[in-house]
């Protein structure tokens, strides 16, 4: 997805900020989908797996957050500053989606 984005000129912001909002969409559903596991899971976890599940999902709702304000600022940016808004929104969703994988793989580790 991030590579879709990236090669959407000014002109097709609004293909693009389509697509944002799609990979967004998606990531909220990995996102919710992972916090239900550790729920279902969570008398099964050692209090070290526990805190650190609490962590992981504090910081991915702070970079999904992240994410959303570079795509409020994608969907409003003017084309002098569509590339800096594209390169944020990138930049953000790929750490996103970093720390969601990291998540994910602590939580197999921990169960």
């Known amino acids: ?23 967004l969409n ?13 729920d279902k899971n969570w008398d099964k976890m050692k209090e070290a797996a526990r805190k650190e599940a609490r962590e992981n999902l504090k910081t991915l709702r702070k970079q999904r957050n992240q994410v959303a304000e570079w795509y409020g600022s994608m969907k ?25 994988e990291k998540s994910e793989k602590e939580f197999r580790s921990s169960k």
């Open 26 to 38: 998606k990531l909220d559903k990995r996102i919710d989908v992972l916090e239900a596991r550790i």
């Open 76 to 100: 409003t940016s003017s084309a002098d500053a569509w590339d800096h808004m594209k390169k944020g929104f990138s930049d953000a969703y790929k750490a996103l989606e970093d720390a969601w």
């Open 1 to 23: 997805m991030l590579q879709t984005i990236g090669s959407y000129t000014a002109d097709k912001r609004d293909e693009a900020v389509q697509k944002a909002k799609d990979g």
